[in-house]
């Protein structure tokens, strides 16, 4: 079973489908992130959650609405999204007294939104 | 601003070496990491640098110098199977991760 889990890995939605992602770690840690990554650009840090609670938004539109209903899952529901919107979401999870910086990646949900 | 600079694509022939460089400038620095990430697949961990000089892991090797802002990834005797995007990120003063946009390394037999 491997550390960290998303599901499902591609989804194809139009602009007013609302769906979700969902990320699961089986490794025991404690803080939990949404990640976008876009074709040649860097990571994008889109939400934080610390013991469920979150602790970063770096002003990311309403339209992606995370939920941590507890340490091991981690939801981003989605409504309403543009095309630009379209990427690959990474879940990662890291555990606080481990070395910072030290993230245990999934492998992704492929967006295309049309 | 806080800003990575990395190569965005490298060649380099099966049984050679290749060095990666990673230039950085931000806000404070609490560490360097470097990360692999395979097309389709999760990004894992490769190394983690925040003392100067040279850490070696196997083929892997991780150098950085903090007064010049940089660091460099040397892959030896690449194989097929190192053909992968290479993620350059530093911790900043805020323990906050800023990422380079990674270094596609397509591997030739």
């Known amino acids: 079973e491997t550390g960290v889990t998303q599901t499902p890995r591609h989804l194809v939605m139009g602009m007013t489908n609302k769906k979700s992602l969902k990320c699961e770690q089986h490794?025991?840690?404690?803080?939990m992130y949404w990640y976008k990554q876009s074709a040649k650009k860097p990571l994008e840090l889109m939400f934080v959650?610390?013991?469920?609670?979150?602790?970063e938004n770096n002003s990311v539109p309403s339209r992606f609405s995370p939920e941590c209903p507890n340490s091991s899952h981690l939801f981003l529901h989605l409504h309403t999204l543009q095309p630009e919107d379209s990427a690959l979401y990474l879940c990662?999870?890291?555990?606080?007294?481990?070395?910072?910086?030290?993230?245990?990646f999934g492998e992704g949900s492929r967006l295309t939104v049309l | 601003g806080q800003n990575i600079d990395q190569p965005t694509e490298m060649t380099a022939t099966e049984g050679a070496i290749v060095q990666i460089n990673c230039t950085y400038q931000?806000?404070?620095?609490?560490?360097l990491f470097w990360y692999q990430q395979h097309a389709g697949e999760a990004p894992t961990f490769l190394s983690y640098?925040?003392l100067d000089g040279l850490e070696e892991k196997g083929r892997f090797s991780s150098f950085l110098s903090r007064s010049k802002g940089y660091s460099y990834l040397l892959l030896k005797e690449l194989q097929m199977k190192d053909s992968a995007s290479y993620l350059c990120?530093?911790?900043?003063?805020?323990?906050?991760?800023?990422w380079g946009a990674g270094t596609k390394l397509i591997i030739k037999p």
């Open positions: 990120a530093v911790l900043d003063s805020n323990y906050q991760l800023i």
């Open positions: 490794l025991g840690h404690n803080a």
């Open positions: 931000t806000s404070g620095f609490n560490g």
């Open positions: 640098n925040v």
């Open positions: 990662a999870s890291s555990q606080e007294h481990s070395t910072p910086g030290e993230l245990f």
């Open positions: 959650y610390n013991f469920k609670e979150q602790t």
